[in-house]
């Protein structure tokens, strides 16, 4: 509709926080008119401010250009109405809030704006005149944020009175750098605050995941950011992550083994490793491989930061209960749920449920050794199902598959025990690569033990050992490390520049040396 000037506009408190007023006035469209604002809306953004929610602060700085604006007389403003009760803030969600500022509209017979469907509905039903601010999809410029990104930085921390930081390099390979001399200031980091909420607002590819006292969660894009501040914080904190590598499953050790394994039939897996290594990259690749594959996938997440194709369904806690979530996907059954990340009790539960309902997991847990994964389950589901759930633990480390463990379940006497009348069900983690137990876990009177295997001595290895850093050195220059990791087979850990040498073109090296020392070998950059 066309706005005459002096027409009255009674705007919403969604309008006024997602900045649509102002930006309409800037483009000539409500310039002139008579802005009537609800003392209710006021109220509403002063209860989210004092609660520490971004959006609050953003619905501030929203009535402050206001202000100016109507000082260079762009438009006339008035703040009018009623103030809530106490009573009326409590009962915000239910629409209290949203009468009183209906009813300033039909006291000054105004055109009511809003950009919240039902709120326009309702208004019309009550016969108001209302305009509704469709969402937009706008050209964006470049956040200031951003400028604190190179190609090879993963993640940026900015804080007030301290050097802004960034993580760069490649994965594995990360440092912490100072990026400028000139500490960040409060005002500077409210200003950026208040610009990525009104990013994640506007953009479709934006939404704030969470928004707490004292601290908010946005997602834009391929960017989460988190954003804290007192009393949460000891002062206002800004962290923002983002990927930087761009791989498939084919770039990872033992892709082939465990595509064959994803196919085959649903699968129980937990993708472990230590914070920033690189487990929700991986767990994304998974979940692409598998949608290519023909298989239908969802992912569990809060936040909802895995990169993934459009057509896998990223799904958050339901009235932030994954429980709630999980109930709805067993209706939808999809064949494969990547769940990121495991960290409660709860969640371990409701992985446990949906792998048992006969649905393929992969769950993401932070960990600093593979057996650590499967003793985080120890407690929270029955020992004896654990092998029905978890069938495979995935160890990430530098953005690299360093481990594969399969999980078994036998009955026989544990190792180190001799009597027979000890026999007893025991689960064996077994080295996917070399075929060998490397723990037992098992119930000894009311404990749950979890035992490590020892290996015996094997001399014969130690001799392969040094035979092939013989054969390897004639074409090495640098530092060789052999491991065995079976009678057969050996991996070699090279320095970047002789990996060539060693392998030679077409891998005829490599070819010869395995033909002379009779043993498969595996040549691996070192870390």
């Known amino acids: ?66 202000n100016e ?65 469709y969402p937009e999809r706008e050209k964006f410029a470049p956040l200031s944020i951003q400028s604190f990104f190179t190609d090879d930085t993963m993640f940026v921390l900015l804080k007030d ?62 960017m989460r950011i988190a954003i804290a501040r007192p009393p949460f914080s000891d002062g206002i904190e800004i962290t923002a992550v983002r990927p930087i590598a761009n791989v498939t499953l084919d770039d990872y050790r033992f892709c082939d083994e465990l595509k064959a394994r994803l196919v085959e039939k649903q699968r129980g897996i937990i993708v472990a490793g230590p914070p920033g290594a690189g487990k929700s990259t991986f767990a994304a690749c ?13 992912t569990m997440e809060s936040p909802r930061d895995l990169q993934v194709p459009d057509e896998i369904t990223q799904y958050a806690p339901l ?24 960290r409660k009790t709860s969640d371990f ?43 495979t633990v995935v160890f990430i480390d530098m953005g690299q598959i360093t481990k594969v ?18 026999s007893r069900p025991v689960i064996d983690v077994v080295n996917f690569e070399s075929g060998r137990t490397e723990y037992e876990i098992y119930s000894y009177g009311d404990q749950v033990v979890v035992m490590p295997v020892e290996t015996p001595s094997r001399p014969a290895w130690s001799l392969a050992e040094k035979e092939i850093h013989k ?19 050996a991996i070699v850990y090279l320095d970047k520049r002789d990996i060539p040498r060693v392998l030679g073109k077409g891998g005829k090296t490599i070819d010869r040396i395995e033909s002379v020392l009779g043993i498969s070998i595996d040549v691996c950059e070192k870390g």
């Open 69 to 133: 604006m109507a000082k260079e007389g762009r438009v006339t403003l008035e703040y009018t109405g009623e103030s809530p009760t106490l009573e009326q803030i409590k009962l915000a969600s239910r629409g209290a809030i949203d009468a009183m500022i209906r009813a300033v509209a039909v006291q000054h017979k105004a055109v009511f704006i809003t950009s919240d469907i039902v709120q326009s509905e309702v208004a019309r039903a009550k016969g108001l005149e209302v305009v509704y601010l």
């Open 1 to 66: 509709m066309t706005i005459m000037i002096g027409m009255k506009l009674v705007p919403d408190t969604s309008v006024i926080i997602d900045g649509r007023i102002t930006a309409k006035i800037e483009s000539g469209e409500f310039e002139g008119a008579k802005i009537l604002i609800p003392e209710a809306v006021v109220t509403e953004l002063e209860a989210q401010a004092n609660q520490g929610r971004e959006v609050g602060f953003s619905g501030l700085e929203e009535l402050k250009k206001l």
């Open 319 to 342: 009235e932030h209960n994954m429980a709630a979530t999980a109930d709805i996907l067993l209706l939808v059954r999809p064949d494969y749920t990547i769940y990121d990340e495991l």
């Open 405 to 422: 463990y399969d999980v078994l379940f036998t009955v026989k006497v544990p190792h180190g025990m001799i009597e027979e009348g000890l």
């Open 349 to 391: 539960r409701v992985f446990a449920d949906m792998r048992l309902a006969g649905v393929g997991m992969v769950g993401v847990v932070h960990s600093t050794r593979a057996i650590d994964a499967l003793q985080r389950l120890i407690g929270r589901v029955e020992l004896g199902v654990i092998p029905q759930i978890v069938d």
């Open 161 to 222: 009175k301290v050097l802004p930081m960034a993580k760069r390099g490649t994965v594995g390979k990360m440092r912490l750098v100072k990026i400028r001399d000139q500490p960040c200031s409060e005002k500077e980091l409210r200003d950026i605050s208040h610009e990525i909420i009104e990013r994640a607002k506007r953009d479709p590819e934006g939404f704030i995941e969470f928004d707490k006292k004292g601290a908010t969660i946005v997602q834009l894009g391929s």
């Open 286 to 298: 998974v979940a692409e491989f598998l949608q290519k594959s023909g298989y239908v996938v969802k």
């Open 471 to 489: 054969v390897i050195g004639k074409y090495a220059r640098g530092r060789i490390d052999v491991v065995m990791i079976s009678d057969g087979k």
